[in-house]
């Protein structure tokens, strides 16, 4: 059995530590340790998008990091997205006005996508979007309400700055 | 879904990397941005022993201009490939390429050294490199040596690289100009790999005949192809005479497509020398522009 590693990690803003063998993924990790159950695990290989977080500010799939990579990290999951527990951020805002999903599953991996994807092209055309949004799937809304939260948000961070 | 235990070594030099690639042989294997290795060590089609993380081996990373060319390091990830100014204006096939690789997640993490040394025959970068004639610098304990890109892909997924060696670098000519360059691939949905895919690279001398053309394919045969007949029919030609859907059509005799759940042989071979006339057209233009411009 290989040994267990101390890790330590910046999560949401807050140090958090743990242990784990070297194939615990990031994934594991935040969930089971630091408490994030937001980080959902959906297909474990690399497909859905559904684990997304950002580490170190990009969008990164967490099932296919191993926590010890991470290990030393700033890590956001969507817990750590909001600016205070009174207010959503613009893209979670649009997502529930413009009917952005229906079970919340794939929500998490969607909100980080986006909110990493806006940043890097704040104007975004619907061709744009649709490439942005291409890396998480979605068995529920038929992604029309996806993109339109993806255009609102734009907009109101446009706005916003 | 959850992979076999391993043992995980950090290194931070190339020195560091190769002796522990030495020692464990067979029983270790490097990880690179994991898009490919993770998700194989988590469905178990494969286990290794030691695991050696190049995350952290710094002299791995960046682009660097020089000799002619550019030498980008094999830890560079596919988001930074795609996004550096120098590789967009020396060697604009592997920009092009670039987006066409997965979703900007997996090119936040991904390498140009991984996607090369998996060789996946679908693969973007792959075909680039044998395109352009790439050159592959390789390490091991004792020594260095280099592969050309015609050696470096060996069969599906296996390259000239040992297991006990390392990929460092790879490095790419930039072509005098003016010349003309395109990428395009065929998909089910964007991001995923690709059924069929071309590169392509014109260059013309001071009257306008093609004396540089080289052609990579992706998804048409066990490894990237190069369209031999393709370059063949094109050189001599003046660029504005070049009937590209027709010399286009030749690339079907240089492919070697295998049928799978995604696109049968016969489709891969259609529909692959129809795409390389097209993005054949598209590197036509692309000169026609330079020229113009220049
Ligand atoms: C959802 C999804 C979609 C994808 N779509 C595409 C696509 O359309 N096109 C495409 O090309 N790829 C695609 N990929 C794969 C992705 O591009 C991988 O990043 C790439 O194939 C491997 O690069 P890596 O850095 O992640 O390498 P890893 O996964 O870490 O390693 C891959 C292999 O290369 C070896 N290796 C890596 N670096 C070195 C080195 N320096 N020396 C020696 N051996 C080394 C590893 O040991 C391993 O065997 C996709 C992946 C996912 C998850
Ligand atoms: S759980 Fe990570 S991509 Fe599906
Ligand atoms: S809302 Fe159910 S999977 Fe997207």
């Known amino acids: 059995m290989a040994d267990q590693k101390s890790l330590s990690m910046t999560v949401n803003g807050r140090t958090r530590r743990g ?17 994030c159950t937001g980080v959902h695990v959906g297909c474990e290989h690399g497909v859905c998008g559904s684990c997304t977080v950002l580490m170190d500010g990009e969008a990164v799939r967490s099932c296919l990091l191993f926590a010890v990579q991470a290990d030393g990290a ?13 207010t959503l951020h613009p893209v979670q805002e ?39 949004i291409a890396g998480n799937l979605c068995r529920c809304t038929g992604y029309q309400g996806i993109v339109a939260a993806t255009r609102q948000a734009a907009a109101a961070m446009r706005a916003g700055e | 879904m959850k992979p076999a235990p391993f043992d995980y070594h950090a290194p931070e030099s190339v020195a560091e990397s190769v002796a522990l690639l030495d020692e464990h042989g067979d029983d270790a294997k490097p990880l690179a941005g994991g898009q490919s290795l993770v998700p194989m060590l988590a469905m178990r089609l494969t286990r290794f022993e030691h695991i050696v993380d190049l995350n952290r081996v710094d002299e ?14 094999a830890m560079t990830r596919q988001a930074v490939v795609e996004t550096d100014a120098a590789v967009a204006e020396r060697v604009p096939l592997l920009h092009l390429a670039s987006p066409h690789i997965g979703h ?13 040394a998996h ?26 040596r280099e592969a050309s890109a015609a050696e470096f892909f060996e069969s599906t997924f296996m390259t000239a690289v040992a297991p006990n060696e390392l990929l460092v670098a790879l490095r790419f000519p930039s072509w005098e100009r003016p010349a003309g360059f ?31 053309a080289a052609v990579g394919m992706l998804g048409v045969g066990p490894t990237p192809r190069r369209a031999a007949s393709v370059e063949a029919a094109l050189m001599g030609l003046a660029a504005a005479d070049a009937d590209a859907a027709e010399i286009g059509r030749l690339a079907a005799d240089d492919m070697d497509p295998v049928g799978d759940v995604h696109a049968s042989a016969e ?15 598209d590197a036509l233009a692309q000169l026609r522009k330079e020229a113009g411009d220049g």
């Open chain 2, 60 to 73: 791995l990373f960046g682009v660097a201009v020089g000799n002619g060319g550019v030498r980008i390091g």
């Open chain 1, 19 to 35: 242990r784990g063998e070297p194939r615990l993924t990031l994934a594991d990790f935040l969930r089971e340790q630091a408490l």
């Open chain 1, 94 to 132: 649009a997502f529930r006005d413009c009917h952005g999903l229906q079970c919340g599953f794939c929500t998490p991996g969607f909100i980080l996508s986006v909110a990493a994807f806006l940043e890097a092209n704040p104007d975004p055309t619907d061709d744009e979007i649709r490439h942005g």
């Open chain 1, 74 to 86: 700033d890590i956001t999951t969507v817990e750590g997205l909001a600016p205070d527990p009174e």
């Open chain 2, 182 to 212: 395109a990428f395009d691939e065929i998909a089910r949905r964007s991001g995923d790999f690709a059924l069929a895919g071309a590169a392509v690279g014109i260059g013309t001398d001071g009257q306008g005949r093609i004396n540089r």
């Open chain 2, 119 to 144: 060789a996946d025959p679908a693969s973007e970068y792959p075909a680039v490199m044998l395109a352009l004639d790439g050159v592959a610098e390789i390490a091991s304990a004792s020594g260095t």
């Open chain 2, 104 to 116: 900007f997640q997996i090119r936040n993490r991904g390498t140009i050294g991984g996607s090369v």
């Open chain 2, 267 to 281: 489709y891969r071979r259609r529909a692959g020398s129809t795409l390389v006339g097209r993005v054949l057209a």
